[in-house]
């Protein structure tokens, strides 16, 4: 005897899911060790300007580390985006969350749903798009080059096999 509900359940285990996050070379060691660096050449070269007697000028470069700091706090900060999608038979889901925590959910029905690449000649993918029933929302876009070729052929593949019968 077959039970609808589990036949519907089995329709809603996700087909193909993908976590998407920005790419962020320099981790939390390697950043210690170039403020580090950073720090002490700028400390350096204060000093050689308050013995010319330019005291002034070792200010700025307390201000450059700030600058440098505060510039790769907001990179971080950046790399806390990220977009979770998740195909199943009966639903396309994709949630993107702000660096800052907020998200928002887009939602389509696969059979519905199309999947549109812009390529360029030299760069390979510049945008990746899903579609349907009237609305649309770009996906990936913080991706490099090489993630969204292989993002694209997977979710597509994905999309694909769920609208098979």
Do not use: Q
């Not at 962020?24 to 210690?32: A, E, H, K, N, P």
């Amino acid at each position: 005897m077959n039970d609808g509900n589990a036949s519907e359940g089995m329709n809603e285990r996700p087909v193909f899911e993908a976590l998407l996050t920005p790419h962020r070379s320099l981790g939390r060691r390697g950043f210690i060790a170039l403020m580090c660096v950073f720090g002490a050449v700028c400390f350096a070269n204060g000093v050689v300007f308050v013995i010319m007697g330019a005291w002034p000028v070792f200010g700025f470069c307390g201000l450059d580390i700030a600058l440098v700091a505060g510039a790769f706090w907001l990179n971080y900060r950046d790399g806390r985006a990220r977009e979770e999608v998740s195909i199943s038979r009966t639903h396309l889901h994709i949630r993107k969350v702000a660096p800052s925590g907020r998200f928002v959910d887009h939602d389509f029905n696969p059979f519905w749903a199309r999947f549109r690449v812009a390529r360029h000649e030299e760069i390979g993918i510049t945008r990746m798009r899903v579609s349907g029933e009237g609305r649309f929302t770009d996906v990936g876009t913080f991706l490099n080059p090489d993630d969204r070729e292989t993002f694209a052929d997977a979710f597509s593949g994905a999309l694909a096999s769920v609208k098979r019968p």
